[in-house]
C-alpha cells in the first residue's frame, strides 16, 4: 500500500528542515519504506478534507490503506513500531527508545517552542527584554540535563533509535539561537543525526519542495 504523507505547499521554515514533515519523512527513510507527499496550503489546512484527516488544521498527516493518522510523535512511533530500523529487538531497550521519543516531545521540545514563539509574536512587547532571559534559561536547564545524561555517548541509549530520532529533531530548532553551543557534546550529536544518509535524504527532500514552491512562474 502507497504510504501518503502531507507537508507545506510553501513551507514556512525555510527549507531548513525543522518542518515536521521532516521527522516523518526521515523515520521513512531509516526503515526504507517508499512514499508520497501531498503537499497542503494553508488555506486547504483548514478546509473539511484535510480536517477529516487532521482535526486541529496542521501538518503532517499520513495515509496507509484505510488508517489515517496525524500527530508527528503517533507517526513516528507507528514506522517505528511496524517496522524495523528504529527500534532495538530487546524489550527493555525497546522500552528506553520510545521513553526517549516521549522525554523529546514532551519535556525537551516545549521550553524550546516557548522560546522560537516569544522570539516570533512577543519581540514587540514592551516586557519581552525582561522575558526573553527567563525562557533562556529554561531552555539552557533542560539542555543541561540532556547534556549531562548524554555525556560522551554517540547516541542516547546504544545504537541510534527512534529516540534520538526525535530528539536530534527538536534540538536542531535550537541552531539559530545559539543556546545549543554552550554544550559541545549536544552540538556533535545533532551533527551526528544530521549526519546520517536517511536524515540527509529527507532534508533534502524537503529542501527540493521548499525551492520548487518559490520557483518563479514562467
Not at 517508499?34 to 486541529?56: N, Q
Not at 514563539?117 to 540532556?146: H, I
Request: hydrophobic share 45%.
Amino acid at each position: 500500500m502507497t504510504i501518503t504523507i502531507t507537508a507545506f505547499e510553501r513551507s514556512p521554515d525555510g527549507g531548513r528542515g525543522l518542518a515536521r514533515d521532516t521527522r516523518v519523512r526521515w523515520a521513512l527513510e531509516e526503515v526504507g519504506l517508499p512514499y508520497e507527499v501531498r503537499f497542503v496550503s494553508f488555506r486547504a489546512m483548514k478546509e473539511p478534507a484535510h480536517l477529516a484527516l487532521h482535526p486541529f488544521g496542521q501538518i503532517p498527516t499520513y495515509e496507509e490503506g484505510d488508517l489515517a493518522l496525524f500527530e508527528t510523535g503517533a507517526i513516528v512511533f507507528h514506522i517505528a513500531h511496524r517496522h524495523a530500523g528504529l527500534l532495538p529487538d530487546d524489550a527493555n531497550a525497546r522500552a528506553r527508545a520510545i521513553t526517549w521519543m516521549f522525554a523529546a516531545l514532551n519535556t525537551v521540545e516545549p521550553p524550546i517552542l516557548e522560546l522560537a514563539n516569544a522570539r516570533l509574536l512577543e519581540s514587540d512587547k514592551s516586557w519581552f527584554e525582561e522575558r526573553l532571559p527567563l525562557v533562556e534559561d529554561r531552555v539552557r536547564n533542560r539542555l543541561k540535563q540532556l547534556s549531562a545524561r548524554l555525556g560522551d555517548a554517540e547516541w542516547l541509549d546504544g545504537a541510534f533509535s527512534v529516540g534520538d530520532l526525535m530528539m536530534v529533531s527538536v534540538l536542531l530548532r535550537l541552531k539559530p539561537s545559539g543556546l545549543l553551543n554552550e554544550f559541545p557534546n549536544l552540538v556533535a550529536y545533532v551533527a551526528r543525526g544530521e549526519a546520517r544518509p536517511a536524515y540527509e535524504r529527507a532534508f533534502d527532500a524537503q529542501l527540493a519542495a521548499y525551492r520548487a514552491s518559490h520557483r518563479p512562474a514562467d
